[in-house]
């Protein structure tokens, strides 16, 4: 499917079930597909995200992945309040790209257009990129440093391997990247490759855990995640912000697009999502899913983090610390890619 299809057919969806409703202040795309051209065909594993404006303080969860008109499309809900301000979003290394080109559905207000206008025209520039670069290592430092150790086993993987996986994001951000979100190692391996910090890749795969994968093992552990999987969406009755992203509508992104990736060489560049995945699937399984279903498929999930070098809170804490330790060579690459941008604003 082409991207301007699959734009049209999320476009519709909003103008049909969103526009007339009485919070509604208006819709955009963010997400991968807004540096995609037209003509580009929709990649394997992809969906369209579309985020919808309203005027309500506390926006429900959002709505999450559905299909229409062919189309797999991801509905997220964003307050009003939070665009107000343009140096606000200039800061947001989450908002501000889906206002570097023009990727607005609806504008009952006028508001998202003023705010395109402002920020494309300031978004390269030096102070702004830096603020985005900020943005994103104080996501890794509270995240890291606020690691619980007396969570349940699954959401201690999640407090460390989020934090420790926006180390690509930094540097996304720094070379006016889109930080996506489920490619974002391969993202930065393009990025760090371009500049000629390979080293740089070759730390943040040992920092993850899988330098020295094997796509055949990468494969096993996908093969393991597609049970895993089958059965949590199966079960799922309890919502998480997540909940759409395990449902058998979303398992060609978590599963399909994963496997092509390996088949295409990039095995150790899908790990971050296949644990991702696991862990998301082991939440949903620890409250709806019976203790028999979770013995059985418990190995799985202990056997990609052994594969990481993970068997115990004390290894995430460890590595976490590790990754706190890498963040000054970090940010010294990120200001180095910045430097170097050709598109940069001085």
């Keep these: 499917m082409r991207i301007e299809t699959a734009r049209s057919a999320a476009a519709e969806w909003v103008m049909k079930f969103a526009s007339d409703e009485s919070w509604f202040r208006g819709a955009y795309f963010s997400g991968s597909t807004v540096s995609m051209p037209d003509d580009a065909v929709l990649p394997v594993g992809s969906d369209v995200d579309v985020v919808i404006v309203t005027a309500l303080d506390d926006p429900p969860l959002k709505l999450g992945k559905f299909t229409y008109q062919d189309t797999l499309i991801e509905v997220t809900y964003l307050a009003w309040n939070q665009l107000m301000s343009v140096d606000e979003v200039l800061s947001s290394y989450h908002l501000a790209g889906s206002f570097r080109t023009d990727t607005i559905i609806a504008d009952p207000t006028g508001h998202l257009s003023k705010l395109l206008k402002l920020v494309s025209l300031h978004f390269a520039e030096k102070v702004w990129i830096r603020r985005r670069c900020e943005d994103a290592r104080n996501r890794i430092e509270n995240g890291l440093r606020g690691f619980d150790d007396s969570l349940p086993w699954h959401d201690q993987v999640t407090n460390w391997l989020f934090p420790a996986g926006v180390t690509t994001h930094v540097l996304l951000v720094a070379a006016l990247r889109n930080p996506t979100v489920r490619l974002r190692y391969l993202a930065a391996r393009e990025v760090l490759t371009e500049y000629g910090y390979e080293d740089v890749y070759a730390k943040l795969l040992i920092l993850l855990g899988c330098a020295d994968m094997s796509a055949e093992c990468v494969m096993e552990h996908l093969s393991a995640l597609e049970r895993t999987f089958d059965a949590a969406a199966a079960v799922a009755k309890t919502p998480f912000f997540f909940s759409s992203d395990i449902t058998m ?59 990481l070098g993970i068997t115990s809170s004390d290894d995430l804490l460890r590595r976490s610390k590790e990754v706190l330790e890498f963040l000054p060579r970090l940010w010294e690459t990120a200001e180095r890619i910045i430097e170097a941008n050709p598109l940069l604003i001085k």
């Design 249 to 307: 509508e979303a398992r060609s992104i978590a599963i399909d697009g994963s496997r092509e990736q390996i088949r295409n060489g990039n095995h150790r560049e899908v790990v971050f999502w296949i644990v991702a995945t696991f862990v998301r699937c082991h939440k949903i399984l620890a409250v709806d899913g019976s203790a028999e279903l979770q013995r059985e498929l418990n190995p799985y999930f202990d056997a990609v983090l052994r594969d």
